[in-house]
C-alpha cells in the first residue's frame, strides 16, 4: 500500500519567514495530494490540494508543488502569520470512486510572534 | 462549519462497553469515511461507505463495524473497548465517484473524543 513520509515533525519559525514542509510517497499510481490543516482540538480542514497533472498552485500565502519523478510533494507558507500556528498534515492517495487518503505522521508549525 | 456533524462531542465509557458514534454528511455528499486518531498514530482511515454500500475497508478491528442509513448518515460503533481505543474519531463526507474535481475533497466534522477507562 502507499505509504507517506512528512518532514519535519516540527517546525518553528519567527513571524513573517516562510515554513516549507515536505512529503515523500511510495505509490506512483497516488494522483491526488491534498494538505490539511488541524488546530489544537478542532477537524482538519483542507487548504489546498494538488493533482498530479499539475506541478504548482498557489493560493494566496499557501503553495504546494509536486515532483512526480521524485515522488515527493511540499507546502510552502509565506509571510507566516501566529494563526498560522497548527498541525499541517499531507496526504497521497489514488483518486476516483474511493479515494482513501494514506496520511503523513504531520507537522506541528509554530509561528513566534 | 464544514456542515459535517458528529455526535456525541465526547464520550466517556469503560473497559469491555460497546458506543456509537453517529455521523450526517453534508448535504449532497453521498461518501461518508471514518477516520480514527490518536496521538501516536496520526490520522487512521478506517472505513468508508458510499450511497449505503461499504465502499473500502483500511485498519478497522473486527471489533468495530459501521453502517450508513437511506438517509446518508452514518454509525460507527466500536464494540468490546479497550484502554488503546480512546482516540478522536472523525468522519468526513465527500460527493463521492462523481468523475470530477469535487469527489477528492473530503470534509471533516468535529470529530468525537471517546475516552476509555
Known sequence: G???EQHPSTLSVQEGDSA????TYSDSASNYFPWYKQELGKRPQLIIDIRSNVGEKKDQRIAVTLNKTAKHFSLHITETQPEDSAVYFCAASMGGGSYIPTFGRGTS???HP | DS???QTPKHLITATGQRVTLRCSPRSGDLSVYWYQQSLDQGLQFLIQ???GEERAKGNILERFSAQQFPDLHSELNLSSLELGDSAL???ASSV???GNRLSYEQYFG???RLTVT
Not at chain 1, 20 to 23: A, D
Open chain 1, 2 to 4: 502507499e505509504n507517506v
Open chain 1, 20 to 23: 516549507v514542509i515536505k512529503c
Open chain 1, 109 to 111: 508549525l509554530i509561528v
Open chain 2, 3 to 5: 456542515g459535517v456533524t
Open chain 2, 49 to 51: 461507505y458510499y450511497n
Open chain 2, 89 to 91: 474519531y472523525f468522519c
Open chain 2, 96 to 98: 463521492g465517484s462523481s
Open chain 2, 110 to 112: 468535529p470529530g468525537t
